[in-house]
Nanobody
Framework: VQLQASGGGLVQAGDSLRLSCTTSKRTSSNNGIGWFRQAPGKEREFVASISWRGGNAIYQDNVQDRFTISRDNNRNTVYLQMNSLKPEDTAVYYC?????????????????WGQGTQVTVSS
């Protein structure tokens, strides 16, 4: 299983970042992909997900108007474009491969997890 998240960093409030999640073809073939995040002292929470063909994307309410998830299956990569970042977006961001072509909100819907990439937003 190969799953690598990248693109995190330290930015100021209002800035943008684009996270990438690259998988091996065997890992993500015909599967949905999700992004989760975990802030210090908090549980890992759902951020966004996208189905295998990209036709179904869902978001956490707090990021709905600021984040956009997309995928390029030719590159086995899923992106999370994050705009208008806020300090409360600070967390380690993880991508995960779902158990089916659909990608839901629950952690139990996912079978493989990447290492995570740190996003820090200063005020």
């Amino acid at each position: 299983v190969q799953l690598q998240a990248s693109g995190g960093g330290l930015v100021q409030a209002g800035d943008s970042l684009r996270l990438s999640c690259t998988t091996s073809k065997r890992t993500s073939s015909n599967n949905g992909i999700g992004w989760f995040r975990q802030a210090p002292g908090k549980e890992r929470e759902f951020v966004a997900s996208i189905s295998w063909r990209g036709g179904n994307a869902i978001y956490q309410d707090n990021v709905q108007d600021r984040f956009t998830i997309s995928r390029d299956n030719n590159r086995n990569t899923v992106y999370l474009q994050m705009n208008s970042l806020k300090p409360e977006d600070t967390a380690v961001y993880y991508c995960a491969v779902s158990r089916s072509s659909y990608a839901g909100r629950g952690r139990a819907d996912y079978q493989y997890w990447g290492q995570g990439t740190q996003v820090t937003v200063s005020s």
